[in-house]
């Protein structure tokens, strides 16, 4: 593409004119006023792009720093990947904030948008679904013409156009597709394939945006059918990068689902049915892997788990029921292996029960050095995980591989003021780093409150302890705010409390979707949400609505979550410290996540409340202490009484 330079007057070709008070942006941008924070990130992306280096650079609330970045790469004239956390994200940054920046550049850019191709209506398994007719649920019926009606309408089958189906409606997996049941080119649809014409347009683009999932799944499986596009970037931003490790360890492992077998199953039968009409023969086969599926989840035990493999492995019930799994698998691949020549479809199938045969085998035999067995369980279903303890050396590799022009960044990547934990986790050893402070001013629009009193965390009653001082607090709020945990048990005792004792209108996570529940939180006025880890982070509240965050406890990790404790194992062996390098870190960034609820907006003031005694008792506490905002800070409940009626605090 052109760099913006060809349109732009010459006192606007370096980034950080085009942010300043009188630049392009601010004519664009209604209420838009100069920061030196985001100006100084976009000098630091801008030279980054010019130099081939890696930057990371921690943004804070308020920075704008999507505009900071967005600008310099407009006018680097580079073909840029940009990844998004999640795809809520993608749609807010390619449809609101990209347009923005483009207008006022007035910069010819080709962009697109590429998701997962689960977000992708699939012709072929809608033909299939609307023919089989055994959908037994009015709902879904129902959705199911919703999605026939608007497929004769969508250009790009995106999913999310269609808002009045949930996302996680039942109905979406029966009419998209994943890498394992799409029949490729012998689709009678694939000339109007939707997740081809989104990769094709990819390809062609200046600028593409992407999220984590679609990024690792194509770094480490090459599952996703990208072709060029990576290789072919100049360039690639990641945002929200706080979120990246997690999503690698993910796609740099294996697991096995039972989603995936059933699927499979249902499928088969499916194919089948369309070639033959015939109800009995590999049905029959297949409704017995069915079967052999919901043993193998009854035999993990009742109830949610994670846990690691080897606490079940040995228990001869669970080796018998997976071995019936096993012989019900290969039963279904004979079966397919006489039909296959029937159709792609029942070929597809044939080629995913062998690689799930395979899967089966290396997910529940003895791992790999360096990775953690584990499992885990929902109410009717399970998946085998084998995880990577350390993905710094893959995602090195992978990141050499590709043009060296990388930027991570967001809100909180440092711990006490140091980028090594972040760093370290990517091979982002080499990289540039740049630490910004939030424009806003927290030492005057915010209080930081540590109740006294409190009993250690550990005890029996400590989220009673909690919920007193929550209820006064809350009175003094009148309302408007947000109550964080770090567990569901706590948020359960929370609202059984709440529900007889709170004066004003009492939302909780799980009773409705999030969107849904922060919507009416907004227009409420005077709501208290009841929250766990979902509502740390990715929400934006701005106005007086939210006026209090508080936060029941540090967020360290469960000690006796698999995947953590192997690591806490793994640093010992190597003679590291485990809480010092691991746990510590990830509960700094965890809560200034939650913390970064609060103050949303320039005006926006409100109260913070970190319940957890240990922030002041331990010699840890400082380092918490120390990654957060610099506010006053009082143990009194009296200033926060009088900070919400506007008067003078006392602070300590």
Known sequence: MNTTSDYLPDEYRHAADCLSGDGPLAGEVPGFAARPQQQHMADAVEQ????????????????????????????????????????????????????????????????ALLKGRANYLCHHRLHITRSEGLLSQRDQVAQLERIHEWSGRTRSGDIAEL???????????????????????????????????????????????????????????????????????????????HQLPETAARFFGLSLSSRQIQELAQDSINEYLLETAQRDGLPDVARRLEHAVQDARLALGAGEQRAPWSNVSADAGLQERFQLLRDALAALGEALQQQAQRSRGLENCLQRAQRLQALLLQTTREPPDNHVHWFETWRQSFR?????????????????????????????????????????????????????????????????????????????????????????????????????????????????????????????????????????????????????????????????????????????????????????????????????DEQLPHAVITLKQGVGRLIRDVNDRGVLVICDPRLLGKRYGRVFLNSLPAMRRSREFSDVQAFFHAGDITGV
């Open 48 to 111: 980054a792009l010019a130099d081939g280096e890696a930057l990371i650079v921690e943004a804070g609330t308020g920075t704008g720093k999507t505009f900071a970045y967005l600008v310099p790469v407009l006018l680097s004239g580079r073909k840029v990947i940009i990844s998004t956390g999640t795809r809520h994200l993608q749609d807010q940054l390619f449809h609101r904030d990209l347009p923005t920046v483009q207008s006022a550049l007035a910069v010819p850019v080709q962009a």
């Open 163 to 241: 808002s009045s189906i949930p996302e996680d409606a039942p109905i979406w997996p029966r009419v998209t597709s994943t890498a394992e049941n799409c029949i490729g080119q012998q689709c009678e649809w694939f000339s109007k394939c939707h997740v081809l014409g989104a990769r094709r347009a990819a390809q062609e683009a200046d600028l593409v945006v992407i999220n984590h999932h679609l990024l690792c799944a194509d770094l480490a499986l090459k599952e996703e059918g990208f072709g060029e596009l990576l290789p072919g970037a100049d360039a690639f931003v990641i945002d929200e990068a």
């Open 384 to 580: 085998i995980n084998l995880t990577p303890l350390d993905v710094s050396e893959h995602f090195s590799s992978h990141r050499q591989a590709l043009p060296s022009r990388w930027i991570f960044t967001s809100a909180t990547l440092s711990v006490n003021n140091s980028f090594d934990h972040f760093a370290r986790r990517l091979g982002l050893e080499d990289a540039r780093t740049l630490q910004l402070d939030s424009p806003f001013d927290y030492s005057s629009n915010a209080l930081f409150y540590v109740p006294t009193g409190l009993p250690d965390p550990g005890d029996a009653q400590y989220t009673d302890a909690v919920l007193e001082h929550a209820e006064q607090i809350i009175r003094a709020a009148r309302g408007r705010t947000f109550v964080l945990f770090t567990s569901y048990r706590a948020l359960g005792i929370a609202q059984r409390r709440l529900r007889d004792s709170c004066d004003y209108p009492l939302l909780v996570q799980g009773a409705a979707p999030r969107n849904e529940l922060l919507e009416r939180f907004r227009e409420l006025g005077n709501a208290v949400l009841l929250g766990t880890s979902s509502f740390w982070e990715g929400v934006d509240v701005r106005g007086e609505a939210l006026s209090c965050v508080i936060i029941d406890k540090l967020p360290f990790a469960s000690p006796g979550d698999p995947v953590w404790q192997a690591r806490i194992e793994a640093l010992k062996a190597q003679g590291g410290n485990p809480f010092m």
